[in-house]
């Protein structure tokens, strides 16, 4: 009965161990170079392309995955004692509150200059990576693509009540709006807003959700990122009935929003940073970011999926990541009109 | 000699000599200072708050979500109740067939995080959900009503949390002693009035204890109320952070979110209070009620709760598996995720367990304002939404005690702040039923406090021991924003491998971890409940 | 005779590891109060029990005045049988006062109705000032009282009593015995009283019912059961008897201390075994001794002497106060019983039948 007692212990003697073995197989030191990256983006998209660095170069990377905000929040917590060399931040958001605090180092200018100057910063803190298209999605039983309006603000016409799916929590969709006030101004960026609001959208908890209703007719269109939908094919098949309308109007509503990297300017392995980063933006991975995730590079001259254009032909809005750095006004309007409580 | 001996249980002290556990008090504070950590984070973090924060906080609508936070927990502690008390009631005192399996199953949709419990639900009773597709094939429904809302909300969240009240009740109904159940039926009471009368009041402490578990879940709980899109506090404070990474005012609403706590707090100290404390017990294992016809009715119950927060679960997570695989799709490697989930939840229930001792012998053996204190103060970490404990031991890790920080002792540590009220109240009621004399004859025969815990208490209550273990055990594999942030560095669990698929609408990725989740805490759950079944036997000899 | 009260016929249940009771048939008289004795695991408290409709029987019935409690297809559900019963842990409600406890079967009458029985009731067991009190904050002799009261106040057609006394000190248990009983009395109530406690019984019961090992060995009035045993267990159970072997031989039974003079009806040369009490044994020092004194103890109005016997056989016998010997004194010892010695072949009892007038309390 005695050794019955203490049964339960057997397990946690055994979780003890475990943990204590790769606590110490995780402190330990590696003489070859080290790296050690933030990643906002999921593992799912990016531990291919990291693991195809670590293989190239030799050198040891440690990834922490987790939500662009909360890892800047973290950041932002750590200050000059983060552990951290590298953030790479599914959006420009992350980067920017990280940047502000004066914890990213400024990158040398031939990393800046391999993308277009909307997609990096303009203080060269931060340069972008891969991108992906505000689209409409919708669903291929209901709807074909010439019922679709022109732009965004067609959708303010009450044929769409009940009809749309948004989702205003999102980062890539307030993005979205403040790219919208940028271009529209503040006055149509607000009567878009309540003109959709007056057509009872939606509200759902990120592109994921939509892109999933739409397909189940749930609704019939939805505002999301471009690339969310080929995942669904890939594991659905091509019945799944739903797809992309790419506005290609260079308004806002045809907005490119990148994920983004910059370099702590506390972090002790700065050369495997930039070695990583120069890897990011070279062929090889772009290609990756083409061909597996279904993003756009920002690099010229990489083959991309079938059927989704290059972003040198495509008519996406001119704007500058820096011009979408004012999130405390989307904000504010997004609750003085309601979008958000 | 028999109304001492009621008296010293009633009121702790009174037997013991006034140095005995005092030295207790020394731990026990450490612990609670350590619970206090996140609290003074938050206000460091909340002073710099801008007066647009407390303008924000000051809104109508803010009152307004305060209000439908407050209504959702409310809510879900009662369903909670309605359907944790009966279903304990039927594995432990009637004749229900394959109780034994129920009992190990019933507890499980407490492992599911509650983003993928949700997810899972909407992908399955969405209006054009997997269900409508089905139902579209047989009967031509076209659309099924919202599940989005409130009731969504409500309904997800009381099927992932009754497991606790269903665990504390299934404890206190075993080894409750019958005949008072007995004397009621005597004096002419029916079984149904019997169990109102005189078995609820029974469990009155620790259906307290537990539905306070229920209500601070549903408080600070985010995924599962953005993806059925019920906007509570705690969403509030999420979108914060991650809108506008805004610090401070997160802060702010954190600790408002600390006072709607306490006012949970004294109500169930209340609630609890007008019970009277009491041995129980068990001289004869209690009397299984026969449910005769009433079998359909209790297999229907325990069918459907099963059904809705287990089964389906994992048959959706199965078919996205299949799905998935079917497409050519590609499962990650498991094993090292499930090591670390095993490791770290492990880890997390022993020093849990362990650091809820002194808490709990002060609170039980030497009642005072002090140790009450104490022992609410430790529900604060319980309070807090997971990312606020995340950060403020960020803060307080890279700051402070950089050799520490991102090791697993600072996730560990991390996880006792988070769990350990849930560990508190079932060591707390096994403490209740050793009498203190036992203690002190072991004493009298020369044994230090050390050894009398060691040789007397602890294999006594051994039994809630256990369940407290499981339950963080539980809890712990799904935890996520603390894993997240302060893990050892490229340290995965199941459950952040859940997350990262999700998120991306990897769905078969996503399901094998789930389904490993799911296996694992179920096989734990069947040796823990073996393990307690024969100590309950033993004991009766 | 009077008429049978309840009726237990054939009575048998059995646990899944044993046996409880195996064919009991007992019967209770209006206004008696039986008790039900035996060692612990003799299935007294499964009989109580199965009575109270706590437990279902595997077979046999329950009747009570002609109407069947518990049958092959009838089960009357405890709160519906009418029938009082006091717990060995007094079971009170801990979550209610002592009125609360006591007014707990009292329902369906108006609120002054329920107040005057209870304090009634408590007048009745004297805790009429203890009605606010919680049952943690009374004594254990309290407690029993409230149980009393609680199990009464209801007016039970039956009271059934689970060794009521047992976790009481003696004090207090001997005092309560005798409230207890003359309450009952005073009631007129017939009662089932289940103890281990040979003397207890023998004090509380208007009968005896001895049990062991699921069966009854015996129902009769305390003096006949203490006076003629029905078989070797009772003899034993029921105490201080010696079991002395002897042989059937013409005109009485051949034992090692001499030959005892009674009828038997038996075959001469049969072996049987006679049940001699201490008091029925007497001893002096002259002619020839057939055993020597082991021990002495001193119990105040008598003296017990320990004798071992030429076999071996070691002997309990009575003197006087102020008659001592010491240890190791040869002595010669024989019946002095003045009554007819009971006496069991195979172990049960062959003497022949005699009538005892019965007590009357």
């Not at chain 3, 612990?40 to 299935?43: D, Q, W």
């Given at each position: 009965m005695n050794k019955n007692r203490y049964f339960l212990f057997v397990p946690l003697m055994v979780a003890l161990l475990a943990g204590c073995a790769s606590f110490t197989a995780s402190s330990q030191a590696e003489d070859a170079g080290r790296l050690v990256i933030y990643s906002g983006r999921s593992e799912s998209l990016v531990a291919p392309v990291i693991e195809q660095f670590s293989q190239a170069s030799g050198v040891k990377v440690d990834v922490r995955y987790g939500n662009t905000a909360e890892l800047a929040a973290t950041l932002l917590e750590e200050g000059k004692n983060s552990p951290a060399d590298i953030f790479y931040a599914q959006d420009p958001g992350g980067l920017g509150a990280v940047a502000m605090a004066g914890l990213l180092a400024e990158l040398p200018e031939e990393l800046l200059n391999k993308v277009d100057n909307r997609f990096r910063s303009e203080d060269g803190l931060w340069v972008g990576i891969s991108g992906r298209v505000r689209v409409v999605v919708y669903n291929t039983q209901r709807l074909q693509p010439q019922d679709l309006p022109p732009d965004l603000f067609g959708f303010t016409d009450p044929r769409w009540k009940g009809k749309i799916g948004w989702a205003p929590t999102n980062a890539s969709f307030q993005a979205m709006v403040t790219a919208m006030r940028q271009m529209w101004g503040e006055e149509k960026t607000r009567a878009w807003l309540t003109g959709i609001l007056a057509n009872q959208p939606v509200v759902y908890d990120g592109n994921t959700a939509i892109v999933a209703a739409v397909g189940s007719g749930e609704i019939e269109v939805g505002f999301v990122n471009h690339y969310y939908l080929y995942r669904f094919l890939k594991e659905q098949g091509e019945s799944f009935p739903a797809r992309n309308h790419f506005l290609n109007n260079g308004g806002p509503d045809s907005l490119v929003l990148v994920s983004g990297i910059g370099r702590l300017a506390s972090g002790k392995n700065e050369e495997n940073a930039l070695k990583f980063i120069n890897f990011l933006l070279s062929p090889v991975a772009q290609q990756y970011f083409a061909g597996q995730t279904f993003e756009y590079p920002l690099v010229a001259g990489v083959q991309m999926q079938a059927g989704l254009t290059p972003l040198e032909n495509m008519n996406a809005a001119n704007i500058t990541v820096d011009q979408l750095a004012d999130l405390e006004g989307t904000l504010t309007l997004l609750r003085d009109t309601g979008v958000l409580p | 000699m028999l109304r001492d001996w009621v008296n010293t249980m009633r009121f702790g002290t009174i037997s013991s000599p006034p140095a005995r556990g005092a030295w207790l008090y020394l731990p026990a504070a450490l612990v609670a200072l350590a619970m206090t950590l996140p609290l003074i984070y938050l206000i460091v973090r909340a002073s710099t708050a801008g007066i647009s924060a407390w303008n924000w906080l000051l809104r109508i609508q803010t009152i307004q979500i305060i209000g439908q936070s407050i209504g959702l927990a409310l809510a879900v502690m009662l369903a909670a109740l309605l359907l944790g008390i009966p279903l304990a009631w039927l594995v432990t005192r009637s004749d229900l067939v394959g109780r034994k399996i129920w009992s190990v199953l019933l507890p499980l949709p407490l492992v599911i995080p509650s983003y993928v419990a949700a997810y899972l639900f909407v992908s399955f009773f969405a209006p054009r959900g997997l269900l409508q597709q089905m139902l579209e094939g047989w009967l031509g429904i076209e659309r099924l009503p919202s599940v989005y809302g409130f009731w969504g909300a409500w309904l997800v969240l009381t099927l992932m949390t009754y497991p606790y009240v269903f665990m504390a009740a299934r404890a206190v109904l075993s080894r409750s002693d019958r005949s008072l159940e007995e004397a009621a039926r005597s004096l002419g009471y029916s079984p149904l009035e019997t169990f109102w009368k005189v078995t609820l009041p029974q469990l009155r402490p620790a259906l307290a204890a537990s539905s306070l578990l229920v209500g601070l879940y549903v408080l600070r709980d985010f995924g599962a109320v953005s993806i059925l899109r019920f906007s509570t506090f705690t969403r509030a404070i999420y979108l914060q952070y991650q809108s506008s990474i805004d610090r401070s005012t997160a802060a702010l609403l954190a600790l408002v979110l600390i006072l709607i706590t306490i006012g949970f707090l004294i109500a169930e100290q209340r609630f609890r209070r007008s019970a009277a404390e009491y041995p129980h017990t068990a001289a004869r294992p209690p009397e299984l009620t026969r449910l005769g016809r009433w079998q359909v009715l209790g297999l229907a119950l325990v069918g459907i709760t099963l059904l809705l927060g287990l089964f389906f679960p994992a048959g959706v997570l199965f078919y996205w598996l299949v799905r998935g695989l079917a497409a050519g799709g590609q499962v990650n490697h498991w094993l090292r995720p499930f090591w670390g989930s095993v490791s770290a939840a492990g880890l997390a229930a022993g020093a849990t367990v362990l650091l809820t001792f002194p808490v709990s012998i002060l609170s039980v053996r030497r009642k005072s304002i002090f140790s009450q204190v104490l022992e609410k103060w430790s529900y604060i970490g319980y309070a807090v939404p997971g990312i606020v404990v995340a950060l403020a031991l960020v803060f307080f890790g890279a700051n402070f005690v950089p050799g520490l920080y991102q090791t697993l002792f600072m996730l560990l540590f991390a996880y006792v702040i988070l769990f350990l009220p849930q560990a508190m109240g079932s060591i707390q009621a096994s403490l209740r039923m050793v009498q203190p004399s036992l203690e002190e004859a072991a004493a009298s025969l020369g044994e230090n406090p050390l050894r009398v815990f060691q040789r007397i208490t602890l294999p006594l209550i051994m039994p809630g021991v256990g369940a407290a273990a499981a339950l963080v055990f539980l809890t712990a594999m799904k935890e996520l924003p603390a894993t997240l942030l302060l893990a050892p560095i490229g340290f995965s669990t199941l459950a952040t491998q859940i997350w990262g698929a999700v998120s991306e609408a990897y769905f078969a990725r996503a399901a094998a971890p789930a389904l490993i989740l799911i296996l694992t805490s179920s096989i734990s759950m069947y040796l823990i409940n073996l393990h307690s079944m024969n100590e309950g036997s033993s004991q009766r000899q | 005779m009077k008429e049978p009260f309840v009726e237990c016929i054939q009575l048998e249940k059995a646990y899944s590891t044993q046996i409880a009771v195996r064919g009991v048939n007992l019967t209770v008289h209006e206004g008696e109060i039986l008790a039900v004795v035996g060692p612990?695991?003799?299935?007294k408290t499964t009989t109580l029990r199965l009575i109270a409709g706590f437990e279902r029987p595997d077979r046999g019935e329950i009747l009570m005045l002609g109407k069947p409690l518990s049958q092959a297809d009838t089960f009357i559900p405890p709160e519906k049988r009418g029938i009082g019963v006091v717990f060995q842990d007094y079971a009170l409600f801990p979550h209610l006062t002592v009125f609360e406890n006591v007014a707990f079967g009292l329902r369906k009458q108006p609120a002054s109705q329920i107040k005057h029985r209870v304090n009634e009731m408590l007048a009745l067991v004297g805790l009429t000032h203890h009605s606010k009190r919680m049952p943690h904050e009374l004594s254990g002799g309290e407690r029993q009282r409230v149980a009393l009261a609680r199990a009464l106040a209801p007016r039970p057609n039956l009271l059934l009593l689970d060794e009521p006394f047992s976790s009481l000190d003696m004090e207090l248990r001997l005092k309560l015995r005798e409230e207890v009983r003359s309450l009952l009395k005073q009631l007129h109530l017939t009662a089932l009283f289940v103890t281990h406690d040979q003397e207890e019984a023998l004090y509380m019961g208007d009968r005896l019912a001895v049990m062991n090992q699921g069966l009854i060995q015996q129902v009769d009035y305390p003096e006949r059961v203490f006076s003629h045993p029905a078989n070797r267990f009772v003899a034993e159970f029921m105490g201080n008897a010696n079991l002395l072997p002897g042989k059937v031989v013409e005109g009485g039974i051949e034992t090692e201390i001499g030959l005892i003079q009674q009828p038997v009806e038996l075959p001469p040369g049969s072996p049987v075994e006679l049940a001699v009490r201490a008091d029925d044994l007497a001893f002096d020092l002259s002619g020839k001794t057939n055993g020597v004194i082991l021990s002495r103890t001193f119990k105040g109005v008598l003296n017990v002497y320990k004798i071992r016997l030429q076999s071996g056989l070691v002997v309990e016998a009575f003197q006087p106060h102020y008659r001592f010997f010491p240890e190791g004194q040869p002595v010669r010892i024989f019946a002095d019983a003045g009554h007819e010695l009971a006496c069991f072949h195979n172990g049960v009892a062959v003497s022949a039948e005699n009538h005892i007038p019965v007590k009357v309390r």
């Open positions: - | - | 612990s695991g003799c299935g």
